[in-house]
């Protein structure tokens, strides 16, 4: 007779899975320096500044992450014991999972999107996923005492990286790669957590049936496949997806703070060489978003504008969004090379704009325009991602085929990507005038038929420019400017018309009316305190009183 024990596992209580179970195993690397550095990141990072709620981190989602990763494993075990999915290719998942984000830089896609590739423009294309291979290597080789093995390490990291080519696991059992990280689809248990977890965070109501999925999979020719009434909701997730990307990842005000953490981090850069620390574990392990109050905390004067910004940023003195526009994917590479910082500070300069003030026109400076361009898609570019994704049936459960649109919906979209244009000026001063030069630039795209030619040049910047706006190809587009190349035919469709929701007049320079200024505050209290208080002005109820005592009479 065998006596009861205790499990010996440790129990997390999480707010979107319940409770998460990680035995001894999992919990020593839980347990260690680099994995703990993950409480320090924000798992949204900037739109914590306009989502209250959406204080969660890196750790919290690498926890979810891997306990869905074993559940899929796990899953795949137990309904095709075929597959011969051991209990130690299992844990290789699960660790994988939990692993995944360790590279995660400060401010998370802010790090490695967008300060990188300017910190570093010679250093080899760099990302956070090569960060994590990095982080977990340096974790095995100072801890000692974590009991895995050299082979388990390289499968772990390619795993990671869902490249299957990596290792030998990858020849025998491919469909392992498509659980953590999937390049295939794009169907994975990352997006699984992250997509539960920030619409849990956001206040977003959505119920997208994640567990139904993983009990839905099905390896059928090396590859995951899905039950074909779950393509609603396989269709559902790709659309939950760009819903966050558009409406909360890249919402307006998030982006502007983005610009300006930029900015904070380029001048903060050139003295502290933190950047450089992607390459060095033992620095690495520091990074995190601490380093935002590190900056504001130094006395150097060369630090003086980034604690400026910081100042801004805290005040809430925001980077102000002029203008936006929907664009057509296509038009992309257009865009940017013709709808630049230097086109529309051109227009504003040389095009004789009417209404604007000439005296803010003397010192607009490219420094003060941004152009943004973003890509908003379903996961798969411009393609209908539904279509990537092989589905099956209970009548022939060992057979899987593409779906049609008539066997998931006809109300799908006739494009799955779009391009999300916006600008921005640094000063609120320059609303009206970067608005109304950026329209001037956008009217004078060439029209279908036009034998248009448009001129790139590549301007100089002064010696005191920020270094926060790349320098771009200008594009100085019907005025005057001599011509260089032919363009191609572009169709002028509605997108490009002016945006009639976000008109200014063209001498704007007013603040969002949801923000007082300290001065405005100041000119209150001053008025206030110079009342006559025995003669007080009157109220709405004493001047109806004495209009009703004047009508008796």
């Not at 074993?70 to 309904?79: D, E, F, G, T």
């Not at 400076?365 to 092989?390: A, E, F, L």
Request: hydrophobic share 35%.
């Amino acid at each position: 007779m065998t006596e009861d024990s205790i499990p010996n596992k440790r129990i997390f209580k999480d707010p979107v899975h319940d409770y998460v179970e990680y035995d001894p195993w999992i919990c020593s690397f839980i347990d260690t320096p680099h994995f703990q550095r993950l409480r320090y990141v924000k798992q949204l990072g900037i739109s914590y500044y306009v989502y209250p709620g959406a204080s969660h981190n890196r750790f919290e989602h690498c926890l979810g992450v891997g306990h869905l990763a074993r559940m899929m494993a796990q899953h795949l075990q137990k309904s095709q014991p075929s597959l011969g999915i051991t209990d130690e290719h299992i844990r290789c998942v699960e660790l994988a999972g939990l692993c995944h984000d360790l590279g995660h830089g400060p401010w998370s896609h802010v790090w490695d999107g967008h300060f990188i590739p300017k910190a570093l423009p010679n250093h080899p294309k760099w990302s956070h996923e090569q960060a994590s291979e990095m982080m977990f290597d340096d974790m095995v080789k100072k801890y000692r005492s974590l009991d895995i093995s050299p082979e388990d390490v390289e499968t772990v990291k390619a795993l990671i990286s869902g490249r299957k080519e990596r290792c030998k696991l990858g020849t025998t059992m491919p469909f392992l790669f498509e659980i953590v990280a999937n390049d295939l689809n794009g169907i994975d248990v990352d997006k699984f957590d992250y997509i539960a977890r920030d619409c849990h965070a956001v206040g977003e109501k959505r119920n997208i049936a994640m567990t139904r999925l993983i009990h839905s999979a099905r390896v059928i020719d090396g590859q995951i496949c899905y039950d074909i009434k779950d393509a609603n909701t396989v269709y559902e997730l790709f659309y939950t997806r760009f819903s966050l990307h558009k409406n909360i990842y890249n919402h307006k005000t998030t982006r502007a703070i983005e610009y300006m953490i930029m900015d904070v981090l380029l001048i903060a850069q050139k003295h502290m060489k933190f950047a450089e620390y992607i390459d060095v574990p033992e620095k690495y392990l520091h990074l995190t978003d601490d380093l935002f109050h590190r900056i504001n905390m130094t006395e150097s004067e060369d630090l003086a504008p980034a604690r400026k910004i910081i100042d801004r940023i805290q005040t809430r003195d925001l980077y102000r969004r002029v203008d936006y526009k929907i664009m057509d994917w296509d038009d992309k590479e257009f865009c940017q090379a013709h709808i630049t910082p230097e086109a529309i500070v051109h227009a504003a300069k040389n095009a004789n704009l009417e209404g604007v003030e000439q005296s803010l026109v003397a010192e607009l400076t490219v420094d003060h325009v941004i152009v943004d361009i973003s890509k908003m898609h379903y996961g798969r570019g411009v393609d209908n991602p539904i279509y990537q994704v092989k589905f099956y049936s209970k009548h022939e459960p060992n057979v899987c085929r593409r779906a049609e649109s008539g066997d998931v919906s006809l109300l799908m979209p006739e494009k799955f990507g779009e391009l999300l244009l916006r600008v921005y000026t640094k000063e609120e001063r320059f609303m009206g005038l970067v608005q109304t030069a950026y329209r001037h630039v956008l009217r004078s795209l060439p029209m279908p038929g036009e034998a248009a030619e448009i001129t790139t040049i590549v301007p100089t910047p002064p010696a005191t420019e920020a270094p926060s706006t790349p320098t771009a190809l200008t594009s100085a587009l019907g005025l005057g400017v001599p011509q260089s190349r032919a363009s191609r035919p572009f169709g002028r469709t509605p997108s490009y018309s002016d945006n009639q929701f976000t008109t200014l007049p063209p001498n704007c320079q007013s603040r969002s009316p949801t923000r007082i200024s300290s001065r405005s505050l100041k000119r209150t209290w001053e008025t206030s305190i110079e009342l006559d208080i025995d003669n007080p002005p009157p109220t709405r109820k004493s001047m109806r009183l004495a209009s009703a005592s004047a009508s008796a009479k």
